[in-house]
């Protein structure tokens, strides 16, 4: 690894696109670096990061042996590479890559309708057929925990190399634990998820590694990078009022926007009163202010709104603290 921060995000698929959408809509925008075969981008607007494409579980696995200080992958990937994620820092989901990590049974299993009815069914193929129950999977050790904290006991994880949902069908296993979206492939292979059967609830987040060799020098890009990441998310979330305060000053329309969840920006020209307001609470704030003061109110979109300290940023540093040289 250089001497410089690195990202990896993911090379290739739906992940990828949304990955450098995401990115993009930051301002950070990739461009590719075709001399490299395409395995590495940088970002105009920071380029003191270095970017490395991988695919999701090789970004996990990088992440936990601190060959990249930094990653976009799921966190159900992250979390069969680095169980209790002794070695990764969740810095914050992202919202796109949604997938649940479950249970699922046959569909004529009718009497498995919670986790301690397969528990009951483990126990019985071992007693009639003579044999564990088979649950196949790529997540071994998230079933295997989960498993044990659901007190099922009778069963063997079978892992899975192709296509999971397909191996009961297959008579391969009997039952699995995959990913899904919306079920639909489940189904369409005539299986279910049991009731109290997801594991994990997982989206793509951005991740850091806190075995990767940081530096005092490393902070600063990484201050920035999620300054600028933050205050875009900052701006989706809030809108820009400006409001002329009335006779009666600024203090009193302060009080009560504050009351309604608005920060105050400060004073624009011509002494008009600028506040942030959350986006969900605009027109009911905007209300509240006409029926105070009455006159005209502007509502305004921002791209971003910078704020310091970033509590992302220093959360994250503290929890490197102990990898910093």
């Known amino acids: 690894m250089s001497g410089r921060l ?7 698929g739906r992940l990828q696109e949304q990955t450098a959408a995401f990115l993009a809509d930051c301002g950070l925008g990739l461009s590719l670096d075709d001399g490299d075969r395409g395995y590495a981008a940088r970002m105009a607007a920071a380029p003191a990061i270095d970017v490395r494409l991988m695919s999701a579980s090789e970004i996990a696995a990088a992440l936990r042996d601190g060959e ?28 796109f890559g949604r997938a649940d990590l479950v249970v699922a049974v046959p569909q004529a299993w009718i009497d498995v309708t919670a986790m301690a009815d397969f528990a009951d069914v483990c126990a019985d193929f071992q007693a009639r057929r003579g044999r564990r129950l088979r649950v196949a999977t790529k997540y071994l050790r998230q079933a295997r925990a989960f498993m044990e904290r659901h007190g099922v006991e009778e069963y063997r994880l079978v892992e899975s190399a192709g296509a999971t949902e397909g191996a009961p ?4 296993a009997d039952a ?33 590694s806190r075995t990767a060799p940081w530096s005092a020098d490393l902070m600063a890009p990484l201050e920035r990078m999620l300054d600028i990441i933050e205050a875009r998310g900052r701006a989706k979330a809030m809108r820009l009022l400006r409001l002329a305060p009335g006779p009666g000053g600024p203090d009193l329309v302060i009080e009560r926007a504050a009351a309604l969840g608005c920060k105050v920006a ?6 008009l009163l600028e506040l942030y307001c959350p986006a969900d609470a605009v027109f009911s704030v905007c209300a509240a202010l006409q029926d105070l003061l009455g ?31």
């Open 6 to 12: 690195t990202l990896a995000i993911p090379s290739k």
């Open 68 to 95: 990249t200080h930094l990653g976009v992958t799921g966190e159900d990937v992250l979390r069969e590479a680095d169980p209790g994620l002794a070695r990764s820092v969740l810095i914050k989901p992202l919202g």
């Open 169 to 172: 069908g297959a008579g391969a």
């Open 176 to 208: 699995i634990v995959d990913i899904t979206t919306t079920g639909k492939t489940l189904a369409a292979n005539g299986l279910k998820i049991i009731p109290g059967g997801v594991i994990l609830r997982s989206q793509a987040s951005l991740v850091a």
């Open 266 to 271: 400060g004073a624009a020209e011509g002494a």
């Open 295 to 325: 006159g005209m109110l502007g509502v305004f979109d921002a791209d971003f709104i910078f704020e310091r300290p970033n509590a992302t940023f220093e959360t994250l540093k503290d929890a490197l603290s102990a990898s910093v040289r």
